[in-house]
Structures are given as C-alpha cells and as structure tokens.
C-alpha cells in the first residue's frame, strides 16, 4: 500500500479548504440571490394586492358614477316630462282661451245665449250646398266639416241641401213672431225663444232635399235622414232633438255641430247630447274643432 507523503496530504487538505470556501461563497452567493428574489416577489406580489385594491375601488367608483349617471337622467326625464306637461298644460289652455266656451252649451231652454253673442268667424256656403241657391252662413272653422259632409253625401248619391244655418239674435227674433202668428202658442214645440236657439252657435244647421224644399217636416221619411243617422257623427255632427226629447218636438232636419270625438261618442253610446251632463260633455271643448 502506497503511503502519501506529508506534503501531499497538507495540499489535498488546502484543496478541500479551498473547495469549501468556494462551496460556501456559492451558497452565501445564492442565498443572497434568494433573498433578493424573495424580497422582489413580495413586492411584485404588494405590487399586484395594490392594484388589485386600485381595480375594486374604480370599480367601486365606476358602479357609483353609474348610479349618479342614472340618477341624474332619471332627473332629467322626470323634469322633461314635467316640462312637457306644462307645455301641454299651456297648449291646452292657449287653445282654450281660442275657443267660445258657448260652442257646447245646452241652450235649447237650458242656457240663455247672450243677444250680443256672434261666432267668432263666419263663412258663406257655398250655394250649391243651399236650397234655391239661398245665401246662409256657417262658422269657419265649422265650414270644412260641412263641406266634406255635403260632397261625401253627394258622392254617395244621397241628396242633401241646407235650408238655414246661422241665425242672429234679432233674425231669431222676426223668425219666432212670424211662428207665432201662424201657429200660436203651439210655436214653442219647434221654435226656440231668442237667446235659445242653437243656430245662433253658429254650428248648426236644417237640412233638406231638393225635392222637399220648405216643406222639410217629412224630412225623418228621407233616405238622406237614414244617411245622416249612419254617418253624421263622422263629420261632427248629432241630432239635436230626436224622438222623445224633452226640449222640442223631433225635428229630423235640425243637425248640430259638437266635433268628431263627442258626436262619435254620443253616437256609439245612442247617448242625447241634452241628456249628458255638461261637465262631461266640457271635456271635449278644447279638441271641438280637431
């Protein structure tokens, strides 16, 4: 067996030595190395908490503005919606403080009209709507729904003409007396006082035929009657003093204006106008001429 010398085993030791300093160095080297990656995740990983944090409070701010956001356009849809009340509630009244309030008024021996009482416009009708080509008169703004009435009813060859349409105070007056005379007390079933009478409205007119002409009684007989039961309340128009009534004797001719939306209704309900109550029938004033 070889033995070694002392030399050798002294540089083998340093070798070791040396060895297991560098060994050491390596490991204090990666152990520093460690640390500092350590040091680094967990500040990568505070880094990473923060901005997690950072993420739920703008989250947090988001669902809030959202909430203002919505809020406020709740706001603003109510205050839109108030604005726009207001605005109809003026509309309303503007086109209210335009119209005669007389226009529905039950003055057959209900209301007085006042004997300085006109429309506020009047036009003259057309001649080939008159009996004989006779000169009457009819509200504006009454005067298109007529129209379309006399040409649907000529289109439909129904014979229709207008034997009286506007009456003044006075005109109403000379037209009573001259009843009078003729029939006595017994005028009052079929002639309204001055002041009562719905032709000074304005919105109202007689119908005949060509064939009847004055002689208009037996006008209930006339297809042109049956015609105006379908179909009146289409142009704004009702029967004022059907059978039975407790103002005047059935007067067929006798057709008031009152718009489309209460005739309509007068005519699906087979109501009276002169049985409604007058705050019902008020209701439609503003819309009269629509």
Request: net charge negative.
């Amino acid at each position: 067996m070889k033995k070694h010398t002392h030399p050798q085993i002294i540089a083998t030791i340093v070798v070791l030595v040396v060895l297991i300093l560098a060994l050491a160095g390596y490991l204090y080297y990666g152990w520093g190395k460690y640390k500092i990656l350590t040091k680094n995740l967990e500040s990568g990983n505070n880094k990473i908490v923060e901005l997690e944090t950072n993420i739920i409070n703008l989250v947090s701010e988001n669902e809030m503005l959202v909430y203002q956001l919505q809020k406020e356009k709740g706001i603003n849809e109510s205050f839109s919606a108030q604005i726009s009340e207001i605005a109809g509630t003026v509309g309303i009244l503007d086109k209210l403080s335009k119209t005669d309030k007389e226009l529905l008024q039950k003055y057959s021996k209900v209301y007085f009209l006042n004997e300085h009482f006109i429309p506020q416009e009047i036009s003259l009708i057309d001649p080939k709507f008159t009996y004989d080509n006779q000169e009457e008169h009819i509200h504006t703004r009454v005067y298109p729904h007529l129209t379309k009435l006399m040409n649907d009813a000529t289109a439909n060859g129904v014979p229709l003409s207008i034997i009286s349409a506007y009456r003044s105070f006075d005109t109403q007056v000379s037209l009573k007396s001259s009843y009078t005379v003729v029939y006595g007390s017994g005028a009052n079933t079929f002639s309204a006082d001055q002041g009562y009478s719905e032709h000074q409205l304005g919105t109202t007119v007689d119908f005949t035929t060509p064939i009847l002409g004055s002689d208009f009684s037996k006008f209930n007989s006339e297809e042109s009657y049956k015609w105006l039961r379908n179909n009146a309340h289409r142009y704004g128009f009702i029967l004022s003093y059907p059978e039975e009534n407790a103002y005047y004797q059935f007067e067929p001719w006798h057709w008031r204006y009152v718009g489309i939306a209460l005739a309509t209704q007068l005519h699906n309900r087979g109501e009276n106008f002169y049985d409604v109550d007058q705050r019902e029938i008020d209701k439609y004033l503003v819309n009269i001429f629509d």
